[in-house]
């Protein structure tokens, strides 16, 4: 068969349950992923096959509930202000062995950003260097369950809280991923945690920062949350108040965890500081 122009063609012409290969090459395109079964794989990998978005809509958008959406082996990342991966109302969906870098959001979570009561994994994925003016840097998970396992999340910067992963209403599991060199111009440095039920495990966790005038939970913060953290290390992680990790109205249960070396400012907690609730 001819190779198609561009990969939204492809998209557009693919029949149901096809797996759509991509050469290597930088494609320059928004793509939209909406309504049937879809597997779109790079034939090189993530170090040679780029998309590349630009505007103010995501490199990258999975949308609705027609199937399985499987995005694998890209680089993505945007010259515009949409971010780089956007998975809306997909309730099959796997972002796979992915470098998800240098994408800028004016909303939540400009690496990749799940909402609308999506489920699926995020898996051994590179997602740094993205900037969001609001929250999630690198990740934000809205009203969905993600389960995010063995990535590589670093030196994302977020305006709000969640530099690296902003979770609010959802179910997520975080197990295996190395947090590191994010910050928040607000709270949770690392991790925010909001109004969900939360499950860490074996996660490495240092280096992160939140607000140093006013940020809660340089490592991890959780609010009003459900929070199970176990084995893993908390280091060096810098805030206002609970460096390593805050935990406010939450109930929390934290097993075989290493802190070390956190540093808080004037509100103190340098490790676990556990605010206005009984652990």
């Given at each position: 068969?001819?190779?198609?122009?561009t990969?939204q063609d492809?998209?557009?012409c693919?029949?149901a349950?096809?797996?759509i290969l991509?050469?290597?090459?930088?494609?320059?395109?928004n793509l939209n992923v909406?309504?049937r079964?879809f597997?779109?794989?790079?034939i090189?990998?993530?170090?040679v096959?780029?998309?590349?978005g630009?505007?103010?809509?995501p490199?990258?958008?999975l949308?609705?509930t027609?199937?399985k959406?499987t995005?694998?082996g890209?680089t993505?990342t945007?010259?515009?202000?949409?971010?780089?991966?956007?998975?809306?109302?997909?309730?099959?969906?796997?972002?796979?062995?992915?470098?998800?870098?240098?994408?800028?959001s004016i909303?939540?979570?400009a690496?990749?950003r799940?909402?609308?009561g999506?489920?699926?994994?995020?898996?051994?994925?590179v997602?740094?260097?993205?900037?969001?003016?609001?929250?999630?840097?690198?990740?934000?998970?809205e009203?969905?369950?993600a389960?995010i396992?063995s990535n590589?999340?670093?030196?994302n910067?977020?305006?709000g809280?969640?530099?690296?992963?902003y979770?609010?209403?959802?179910?997520p599991?975080?197990?295996?991923?190395r947090i590191?060199?994010?910050s928040?111009?607000?709270?949770?440095?690392?991790?925010?945690?909001?109004?969900?039920?939360s499950n860490?495990?074996d996660n490495?966790i240092s280096t992160?920062?939140?607000s140093p005038?006013s940020?809660?939970?340089?490592?991890?913060?959780a609010?009003?949350?459900a929070?199970?953290?176990?084995r893993?290390?908390?280091?060096?992680?810098?805030?206002y108040r609970?460096?390593?990790?805050?935990?406010?109205?939450s109930?929390?249960?934290?097993?075989r965890?290493?802190?070390?070396?956190?540093?808080?400012?004037?509100?103190g907690?340098?490790g676990?500081f556990?605010?206005?609730?009984t652990a």
């Amino acid at each position: 068969a001819q190779p198609f122009r561009t990969v939204q063609d492809a998209i557009n012409c693919a029949t149901a349950q096809k797996a759509i290969l991509v050469r290597p090459g930088t494609y320059t395109q928004n793509l939209n992923v909406t309504g049937r079964k879809f597997e779109i794989q790079s034939i090189g990998g993530a170090a040679v096959t780029t998309l590349r978005g630009v505007g103010t809509t995501p490199a990258v958008t999975l949308r609705s509930t027609g199937g399985k959406k499987t995005l694998y082996g890209f680089t993505v990342t945007s010259s515009g202000t949409g971010g780089g991966i956007s998975v809306l109302s997909a309730t099959q969906y796997r972002i796979e062995r992915n470098i998800v870098s240098g994408n800028f959001s004016i909303a939540t979570g400009a690496g990749i950003r799940v909402a609308a009561g999506s489920n699926g994994d995020i898996t051994a994925n590179v997602i740094r260097t993205n900037v969001s003016s609001g929250a999630g840097g690198g990740i934000a998970v809205e009203s969905s369950i993600a389960r995010i396992v063995s990535n590589e999340i670093t030196n994302n910067t977020s305006g709000g809280s969640g530099g690296g992963v902003y979770v609010i209403s959802s179910t997520p599991t975080l197990s295996s991923n190395r947090i590191e060199g994010n910050s928040a111009g607000m709270d949770g440095g690392g991790v925010a945690l909001f109004a969900s039920a939360s499950n860490l495990d074996d996660n490495e966790i240092s280096t992160n920062s939140a607000s140093p005038v006013s940020g809660d939970g340089g490592g991890l913060y959780a609010y009003s949350s459900a929070l199970t953290l176990t084995r893993g290390r908390i280091g060096s992680n810098s805030a206002y108040r609970g460096a390593g990790v805050l935990v406010e109205r939450s109930t929390p249960t934290v097993t075989r965890v290493q802190f070390r070396g956190n540093f808080a400012g004037p509100g103190g907690g340098g490790g676990l500081f556990v605010f206005d609730q009984t652990a």
